[in-house]
T-cell receptor, first 110, second 114 residues
Framework: DGGITQSPKYLFRKEGQNVTLSCEQN?????MYWYRQDPGQGLRLIYY???????QKGDIAEGYSVSREKKESFPLTVTSAQKNPTAFYLC?????????FGSGTRLTVV | AQKVTQAQTEISVVEKEDVTLDCVYE???????LFWYKQPPSGELVFLIR??????QNEISGRYSWNFQKSTSSFNFTITASQVVDSAVYFC???????????FGAGTRLTVKP
């Protein structure tokens, strides 16, 4: 079945560490997105990529970085510069009808 | 700038009741898409419907129906005869044509009690 796979489902980070969230899709979609979800705030766009080797900042890109070396993969790195990284992170890709989302990664700073 | 408002933070109903989730959007563009997504406890967002700004025809899909009114910039979602499995967070979203920035509302948490 086609879809988006995010891993891990749960991730714990120590203060000052960088962590990378994985996002893989087999839908052959060009555009991919990373969203952050906080309680009561809906989804906010971190980064998006329309094509391989290209990506653009969203509303809350500070403290995050991405790469798009392959069409199928769009990993997100949460750097130590992100002061409040505890949140639920969703990856998505865009098809002809709408967006397909992964099942998310819940990141907690310990 | 685009904005989506879901004024209802939480709604609780008893099974078999009808419930309407409100969505109001703001945009100066005339060409856009509106969406509804369901987020069950498992976390992923499940696509429910996409509406084109040129198509104000209401839609019904089983127990779900959507009322799109450009005059009031609203795209409301009604669940008829609600069921416990409908319990989830529901998001309304707005996406301009040829734009990579989909704007989400804050979501409405629906709890359906048996």
């Amino acid at each position: 079945d086609g879809g988006i796979t995010q891993s891990p489902k749960y991730l714990f980070r120590k203060e000052g560490q960088n962590v990378t969230l994985s996002c893989e899709q087999n839908l052959n979609h060009d555009a991919m997105y990373w969203y952050r979800q906080d309680p009561g705030q809906g989804l906010r766009l971190i980064y998006y990529s329309q094509i391989v080797n290209d990506f653009q900042k969203g509303d809350i890109a500070e403290g995050y970085s991405v790469s798009r070396e392959k069409k199928e993969s769009f990993p997100l790195t949460v750097t130590s510069a992100q002061k409040n990284p505890t949140a639920f992170y969703l990856c998505a890709s865009r098809g002809t009808v709408g967006y397909t989302f992964g099942s998310g990664t819940r990141l907690t700073v310990v | 700038a685009q904005k989506v408002t879901q004024a209802q933070t939480e709604i609780s109903v008893v099974e078999k009741e009808d419930v309407t989730l409100d969505c109001v959007y703001e945009t100066r563009d005339t060409t856009y898409y509106l969406f509804w997504y369901k987020q069950p406890p498992s976390g992923e967002l499940v696509f429910l419907i996409r509406r084109n700004s040129f198509d104000e025809q209401n839609e019904i899909s089983g127990r779900y129906s959507w009322n799109f009114q450009k005059s009031t910039s609203s795209f409301n979602f009604t669940i008829t005869a609600s069921q416990v499995v409908d319990s989830a967070v529901y998001f309304c979203a707005l996406n301009l044509y040829n734009n990579n920035d989909m704007r989400f509302g804050a979501g409405t948490r629906l709890t359906v009690k048996p």
